[in-house]
């Protein structure tokens, strides 16, 4: 007697399921932030506090400037010069100080 399936076996379904829960993964749980990096150069290097910090071009001032913009896993790096200031790391960030 020869038997056949009603339905043929088109789907492998562990393969499937795996899928379905990668995709409800990271449909239902939020992305990791990516960390920013700060810039910070001595005023006579072109720093300036009322900049942005995203860029070399557009570096603050003083750490501590950068240290107020920062969220989250973010870097500062900072160019070589003196910075006579006290930086306050705050305890809820993961924040790295980079010199250069």
Same mark, same amino acid.
């Given at each position: 007697?020869?038997?056949? @399936?009603?339905?043929?076996?088109?789907?492998?379904?562990?393969?499937?399921?795996?899928?379905?829960?990668?995709?409800?993964?990271?449909?239902?749980?939020?992305?990791?932030?990516?960390?920013?990096?700060?810039?910070? @150069?001595?005023?006579?290097?072109?720093?300036?506090?009322?900049?942005?910090?995203?860029?070399?071009?557009?570096? @603050?001032?003083?750490?501590?400037?950068?240290?107020?913009?920062?969220?989250?896993?973010?870097?500062? @790096?900072?160019?070589?010069?003196?910075?006579?200031?006290?930086?306050?790391?705050?305890?809820?960030?993961?924040?790295?100080?980079?010199?250069?």
């Amino acid at each position: 007697m020869n038997y056949r @399936k009603p339905f043929p076996n088109i789907l492998n379904v562990p393969a499937v399921l795996s899928i379905c829960s990668v995709l409800l993964y990271f449909t239902i749980l939020p992305f990791p932030a990516w960390a920013t990096d700060y810039f910070v @150069k001595t005023p006579a290097n072109g720093g300036n506090n009322a900049n942005s910090g995203l860029d070399w071009a557009n570096a @603050k001032a003083t750490i501590g400037a950068a240290m107020e913009t920062v969220n989250g896993d973010d870097n500062i @790096k900072v160019a070589a010069g003196t910075y006579n200031e006290k930086i306050v790391f705050p305890g809820y960030n993961n924040i790295a100080l980079r010199g250069g």
